[in-house]
């Protein structure tokens, strides 16, 4: 079964503190592409970080930046400098390459920074 | 990154009418487009897979014939509710998927069925 786990329901940070949030996924699959999407109170689903499992090096993508552990299958999401901006659900997912673009979602993280 | 529009925002209609929502990818093709439902404080619950100028493959448990899907262009995808109940109030999410193997999503439609 491929599936995400974010263990992690709710998590709050202080304002311009770092903050981590957990992912575990299983997938027998070995080409794939992971990410974490972010849905502020507008709902609108933002793409925050994609990381292609064939690359070692890890994403970033200014305050946000990925620890990819292919073998444990781990991806967690740092949100350095965090802003009052930041407030919102995170969710880790995955693609399998070539296999029609469905994602594979996790339960989501509730984040809230606090000023 | 890619935009994804949504057409409407939100929407409330009668029991039993039908509602159409539009999900355009404003600035790339798409062969295949995804609905999504989402429920408060929950993950997207995917509904099917729109492919262009084929059938939409509906996951288990949706009504084909009450969620009509058409994908008729390569950058416009609808949802139709039929015959809409009360319990089909909910958010809908639509994304598409482009070439780099990632998905865009739209901003969503909050139906509200009375």
Known sequence: ?????????????????TVTLSCTYDTSESNYYLF???????R????VIRQEAYKQQNATENRFSVNFQKAAKSFSLKISDSQLGDTAMYFCAFIIYNQGGKLIFGQGTELSVKP | GAVVSQHPSRVICKSGTSVK???????????TMFWYRQFPKQSLMLMATSNEGSKATYE???????????????????????SAHPEDSSFYICSAFDSQETQYFGPGTRLLVL
């Open chain 1, 1 to 17: 079964a491929q599936t995400v786990t974010q263990s992690q329901p709710e998590m709050s940070v202080q304002e311009a503190e």
């Open chain 2, 60 to 82: 288990q448990g949706v009504e084909k014939d009450k969620f009509l899907i058409n994908h008729a262009s390569l950058t416009l995808s609808t949802l139709t509710v039929t």
């Open chain 1, 44 to 47: 609108q689903m933002i793409l």
């Open chain 2, 21 to 31: 929502i539009e999900c355009r990818s404003l600035d790339f093709q798409a062969t």
């Open chain 1, 36 to 42: 974490w999407y972010k849905q502020p109170p507008s």
